[in-house]
């Protein structure tokens, strides 16, 4: 079974503090994605990466990073928290879509990330 | 740009009660539909999918069909459980292959909860 685990189930930081959130797969997968999700909002796209070191905006990417120096792992960076980044964060991962990579858009989610800004 | 619309919830149900969650969807392409299930207090998990028009995607007692011609892909269950209670998700992906990187769009959620 695909395995998608995240560093913390619960953070409380204090605003302006820099976050980090990992993420970790462990079926080889190309793509890893950031989402946040809020009620009445559903999840958000923040980051997504498709390879080692590359990474593209989602829809909401202000006030975030991403780093992805290994395969298996996705950090997400609050650089500078603040109150309004208070949200449940989830990781997911994926195969790779590209010709001849053979994957398909399943995405499989890590238990989240519940991340509170006093 | 391409968008996924559910049903406001929450929707409340006695056990053994028919369930139809409303999921209809905007997009360029042949995107593929899922629906996912977030249990309380964990992630996401694929309930099912459907990856071309009037496929039938089918677990767990769960049912939707895709249909083109009502750009639609609304979850069925015949009768619910208690342990069914959860949070539902519509989504959608770019058209697979070339650079789409399989990205999803997700609807906004309906929360279900039954009743014994």
């Known amino acids: 079974d695909v395995k998608v685990t995240q560093s913390s189930r619960y953070l409380v930081k204090r605003t302006g503090e820099k976050v980090f959130l990992e993420c970790v797969q462990d079926?080889?997968?190309?793509?890893m994605f950031w989402y946040r999700q809020d009620p009445g909002l559903g999840l958000r796209l923040i980051y997504f990466?498709?390879?080692?070191?590359?990474?593209e905006k989602g829809d909401i990417p202000e006030g975030y990073s991403v780093s992805r120096e290994k395969k298996e792992r996705f950090s997400l960076i609050l650089e500078s928290a603040s109150t309004n980044q208070t949200s449940m964060y989830l990781c997911?991962?994926?195969?790779?879509?590209?010709f001849g990579a053979g994957g398909t858009d399943t995405q499989y989610f890590g238990p989240g990330t519940r991340l509170t800004v006093l | 740009g391409n968008s996924v619309t559910q049903m406001e919830g929450p929707v409340t149900l006695s056990e053994e009660a028919f369930l139809t969650i409303n999921c209809t969807y905007t997009?360029?392409?042949?995107?593929?539909l899922f629906w996912y299930v977030q249990y309380p207090g964990e992630g996401l998990q694929l309930l099912l999918k459907?990856?071309?028009?009037?496929d039938k995607g089918s677990n767990k007692g769960f049912e939707a069909t895709y249909r083109k011609e009502t750009t639609s892909f609304h979850l069925e269950k015949g009768s619910v459980q208690v342990s069914d209670s959860a949070v539902y998700f519509c989504?959608?992906?770019?058209?697979?292959?070339?650079?789409?990187?399989?990205?999803?769009?997700f609807g906004q959620g309906t929360i279900l909860t039954v009743h014994p």
């Open positions: 997911a991962s994926s195969l790779s879509l590209l």
């Open positions: 079926m080889d997968h190309e793509n």
């Open positions: 990466s498709y390879d080692v070191k590359m990474k």
């Open positions: 997009a360029t392409g042949y995107p593929s």
């Open positions: 459907a990856t071309k028009a009037d």
């Open positions: 989504a959608l992906s770019e058209s697979a292959g070339g650079t789409s990187y399989g990205k999803l769009t």
